[in-house]
């Protein structure tokens, strides 16, 4: 059998993988999504119009098991959020600038500019991080009626 659950309104929760280990504990292979506000800039783009959108996917095995938490994103954004507090720069194909040039600074990725889809630019394709992106959010907003879906998904807030 299959069970599906979808969360209306939501947003980002956290660690997938969380969600997906209790899943693995009792025995069972679990997907785990969710979109989050935007911070992807797809591949050719200059705005953010998808979030990191991650994707868990855990299952069992006899002495071991699989386990993959990972975002649709080159990075999550708290790498470039301790690269920015330490003072550094970002490695090349990380993110694009507010034009949609890639750029080694942190300050204007977390400013205007954004993260890269996994895959990183057009060149090293990109286009595919920006497929599974969209992917998550069909399946978590779209899937669940959410009216903001994509750019229109609130930018996220400690006081929410």
């Known amino acids: 059998g299959i069970g599906c659950v979808v969360c209306h309104n939501s947003n980002h929760y956290g660690i997938a993988g969380f969600w997906a280990d209790i899943a693995l504990k009792e025995g069972l292979i679990a997907f785990s999504f969710t979109n989050t506000s935007p911070f992807m800039v797809p591949t050719r783009g200059v705005e953010r119009a998808g979030g990191t959108n991650p994707i868990a996917c855990y299952c069992p095995a006899q002495d071991d098991s699989f386990q993959l938490d990972m975002a649709t994103t080159t990075v999550p954004v708290g790498k470039v959020e301790v690269?920015?507090?330490?003072?550094?720069?970002?490695?090349?194909?990380?993110?694009?600038?507010?034009?949609?040039?890639?750029?080694?600074?942190?300050?204007?990725?977390?400013?205007?500019?954004?993260?890269?889809?996994?895959?990183?630019?057009?060149?090293?394709?990109?286009?595919?991080?920006?497929?599974?992106?969209?992917?998550?959010?069909?399946?978590?907003?779209?899937?669940?009626?959410?009216?903001?879906?994509?750019?229109?998904?609130?930018?996220?807030?400690?006081?929410?």
């Open 83 to 160: 690269v920015h507090r330490k003072g550094g720069d970002l490695p090349t194909g990380w993110a694009v600038d507010r034009h949609g040039a890639p750029t080694n600074d942190p300050a204007e990725v977390l400013d205007r500019g954004g993260l890269t889809p996994l895959g990183g630019l057009e060149e090293t394709a990109g286009y595919k991080g920006y497929g599974l992106n969209m992917m998550v959010e069909i399946l978590c907003a779209v899937l669940s009626g959410c009216k903001k879906v994509g750019p229109d998904v609130p930018l996220w807030r400690v006081d929410r």
